[in-house]
């Protein structure tokens, strides 16, 4: 309803969460960060990516072996799962040795390449970024499935490489 009212969805949403109290004399402890204790796994595991997948509008019918090797997505693809882990881990490390900061005890290179392959997972911006970018609907959809194969090759990797460290926990 509030949509239909000219009011976007996403502020109706602010508005709602401004109105849920963060203590209350009946409830012991914060009642809001109750909420979103309860609300964190599943709007991260399930909602966003749900919502990230839905927005990003990919025509999955026209996907070709030649559409992921076209040179705009191959470099967006490149560009995810190897340029930004390869900047961040390459001045973290000169950070390192030039003594601008040291890494918290426990925490080596390979947790920061670990994470910094987790950044390629750069799917919502990435795709606001396009649409502002191209306007040739080719090009569009080049970029869109050059973002989503990246970010899930991105989020695989960097998965596996923290998870050898870190065991996850249910």
């Known amino acids: 309803f509030v949509l239909k009212s000219g009011i976007h969805a996403t502020i109706a949403g602010v508005v709602l969460a401004s109105t849920i109290p963060n203590t209350t004399e009946k409830y012991d402890g914060s ?8 609300l964190h796994n599943f709007v991260g595991i399930i909602v966003l990516p749900t919502f990230a997948f839905f927005n990003s509008d990919i025509n999955f019918g026209d996907v070709t072996l030649s559409s992921i090797y076209s040179p705009l997505s191959l470099g967006i693809i490149l560009g995810l799962i190897i340029g930004k ?15 601008a900061f040291t890494l918290p005890d426990g925490i ?6 670990g994470l910094s392959l ?8 990435s795709l606001f970024i396009n649409g502002l970018a ?3 609907i080719n090009l569009i959809d080049s970029s869109k499935l050059g973002i989503f194969i990246g ?7 960097g998965y596996i490489i ?9």
């Open 108 to 113: 080596s290179l390979k947790d920061i390449f």
């Open 31 to 38: 009642m809001l960060k109750e909420l979103e204790h309860r």
């Open 134 to 136: 191209f306007t040739d």
């Open 162 to 170: 923290l998870s050898s460290k870190y065991k996850l926990k249910n």
């Open 151 to 157: 970010s899930i090759i991105s989020a695989v990797a």
């Open 85 to 99: 882990p390869l900047g961040i881990t390459l001045f973290t490390y000169i950070g390192l040795k030039t003594n």
């Open 118 to 125: 987790l950044c390629g997972i750069g799917f919502t911006m």
